[in-house]
Structure formats: C-alpha cells, structure tokens
C-alpha cells in the first residue's frame, strides 16, 4: 500500500518523513531532539520566500533582500493596501527561531493572508497549497461569506478591490425571496459549486439562494468530530471528555469496582476519591515545555474541546482535535499487532477526512502533524525495536510525558 501524498512530497518534506524510521531507538532524546527544533518545520518567512521564488523566481530566484520590495511592488500593481511594517514581519527570521504559531500576530490574520495572496496572484490553488504548507491553517471555508468571495474571485482572476465590493453588495443586498429551501450538507459540495461560476452576476445570485447555506460554522468537521468522539469514548468505557483525554495522554485513574465489597463499604470515601480526581485531571501544558508554540497552540485538552461543543473553537483548533482523535480511534481499533499497510491506511484515511472536511492534509513539515505521523510509524518492524515502547498509542503516551503537567 502507496501513500499517495508522498508523490507530492519535496526535498525537505521527505527528509522530515525519513527522520521517522532514522532514530536510534535505544535513546529517545534523538526524537525529542528533533521534536523541539524549529529548524526542522518549516517556518512562515521560510515558506513565504520558496513560494514566491517558486512563482516568480524563474532560474536564480529573488535575492532575499529584494523580496520586501518585490512585495510592494506587487501589491501596488495588483491594488491591495499592505503596510511596510506587515510585510517587514512576514520576512523576518525571528518568527522561525521562535518557532511561533503561525497566525499568532496581527499581521497574520486571515484576511491578511488573502490580501498577500491576491498581492501575488496566486491561482486557487496556489493559495490552497500556502494556507495549507505555510500559514499552516484552513483554507478557503466556503461556509464563510468572505471567504467564498474569495475562492470566486481568485478563480476568475479579480482583484482584491472586486472582491471588496463583492462583500459590500452581498451584505447591504436585499434579499430576492427566492431562498433555496435544500441544505448543501458538505462544505466541499458547496466550493465545487462556487468554482463553476464565471461571472459577477452569476455569483451574486447564487449567494442570494443558497444564503441559508453560510455562516454555518465547521458543519463536516463537526459531524466527523462528534463520531470520532463518541467512538473513543465507547472504546476507552469512559462517559466525560477528560478522563477520554486521561486515557490518551496517559494520566489513567484507578477503576474502583462498584460491585467489590469494599466498595460498597467505603462509599463515601470512594465519592470523596472521585471528586478528588475530577478536579485534579486537568492536564495543562508545562510552562517548560520543549514543544513549539504553534504544538503548544489549541492543542487539545478540556477546554479545546468544550469550545469545539460550544460552537466557538478555531479551524485550527478543530484540526488539532480530528487528527488525535483519528489517531487514538484507528489504533485503538487495529489493536497491538502493526503493519506498515496500517500506517499508510491512517495517513490515507486522517487525508481524506481532513479533505472532506476543508483542511490540508496531514503535513510532515508541520510540527504538531509530524508527531502523529511519527507515532503511526512506529507500527511497523516492532521485531527491531529494543524498547517497550513500541506502540503508537504507547509511543505518543511517552511523548506527551514530556508535555503536559499532570
């Protein structure tokens, strides 16, 4: 069985995929060597600066103190209003030392990153392909006004300024009454549809109709999500999302038998205990710890997962969530006897749920991505392996020791 995404993969990509199979199992501070260096995701100027050299940078590429320039001046004749100061950030090498999340500062928001997208011209695709690698984040949700506005405009080679008004017409718009009383249930049904229109009033007509179909918040993910959860909980015999967490992270409570004698002796004292380790099951990031800000960022925990509940959790967040989930369930049902097949069907299969779903599949140069493609390997040639730990749910169990506050 062939991972399809690795055709894709470029240079540095697979070298993050080898580095799976590369470590000396007999001492895993190789591993967590790798895990807390920067240098080895990529970063946002990093990326930014192969994108455009890749698009424009023909056989020498663009010297990288000619980039800012090269920004401005595309910026100017494509008419989007960029500030020096946010295009200074975006290229400077103190973000990749930090090894930050990527949409942590105010100008990197997602209305920012269109802007430099249209700046550039970069094609749909283009720009699916930097939101996914670079920005690190969702592209394109075309639930969202703005956004499909985008993803129409790009596809016909507007400008930034037409989609402005594009916006500004759809929201002071009046509606026709011809709303379209039939729910498009997939995101990606709905993007498919926009990409078929070619004309201004085309678009406008179509949004007036299918009104009732946007501004419905992660409407696939969240189904993927509550039946991911569901199903972990019912693997795992737990009923709460913290003791799920508990079990993943490897912070596992005593069961007490409710039927034993002592038990029901002690009740109280076993109420008292319950109490106790519902309170103290909160597992926090170390403040210490090595991981990356943009792992540390939404990664989930109790709250991460009651803001998904509550409707108010970032596609980042969501992702995040999906992906251990994916993780936990896929491995849980394969049990302890691995093959390499079943790592490539968890690539495989985490893909096109993320697909379905609007984001970017999973991405080796993608710090958080990385440590859950890294544990999937560890499925394969366990008759090699010289440490206990040789599970994929045990392996990310050691990991995250190294992580979290218990």
Known sequence: MEYEAEKNYGEATMEAVENFDGFNWNNLNERDDYIKLAKN???????LKQFINKKYGEICGIPESELHAFIEEHSRQRGVDLHKQTIGNWLSSDEKKKGSPQGCSDSRTRKNMYKLCFALDFTVKETEEFFGKVYLERPYDSRNVEEAVYLFCMNNHYTFGK???LIRLIDAGNPSGKENASTITKTQVLRSEILKLKNESDFLAYMDVNRNNFGIKNHTAGRYYIKLLEDAKKMTRVTSNTKLLDKIYGREKEVIQEDSKAAKEDSKAAKEDSKAAKEDSKATIKKNSFFLDIVKMNFPQKKQLSD???????Y???RKALILLKFYSFFMHVGEDHSEDDREQFYQETDDMLSECGYWPLYPRNPYDWIFMYCAA???DLQNRYLEISQPLEEL????????DF
């Open 41 to 47: 995701y990529i970063s946002f100027p990093e990326g």
């Open 316 to 318: 980042d967040t969501i």
């Open 308 to 314: 998904i509940k509550l409707g108010k959790a970032s």
């Open 163 to 165: 989609a402005e008004e």
């Open 397 to 404: 169990k050691d990991i995250m020791t190294n992580m979290l």
């Open 378 to 380: 560890c499925s394969h």
